[in-house]
């Protein structure tokens, strides 16, 4: 391997959306660092059953706002 072109790779905790944390090594952040996740498998739809529902704030909604008036029928989820 090449000398000096690879990143620091060191422990970090995560800490899950219920609290439970793990350590696990990471090349983000600096060494002890905590990383707080918003959505994971706990919270998100997907892991879930679907039963939730994923408010999309960006391209999807930028595309909706732009192109929702062409009357391509509903967009929403059924």
């Known amino acids: 391997m ?13 800490v899950m959306t219920d609290g439970t944390e793990y350590k696990t090594r990471s090349t983000r952040g600096k060494e002890g660092d905590v990383i707080r996740l918003d ?12 039963t939730g529902r994923v408010v999309e704030k960006g391209q999807l909604d930028k595309f909706q706002s732009r192109y929702g008036s062409f009357g391509l ?6």
């Open 73 to 78: 029928g509903d967009t929403s989820d059924k």
């Open 2 to 14: 090449k000398a000096d072109i690879h990143p620091d790779y060191h422990e970090i905790t995560v």
């Open 39 to 50: 959505v994971d498998p706990l919270t998100h739809p997907a892991w879930q059953g679907g």
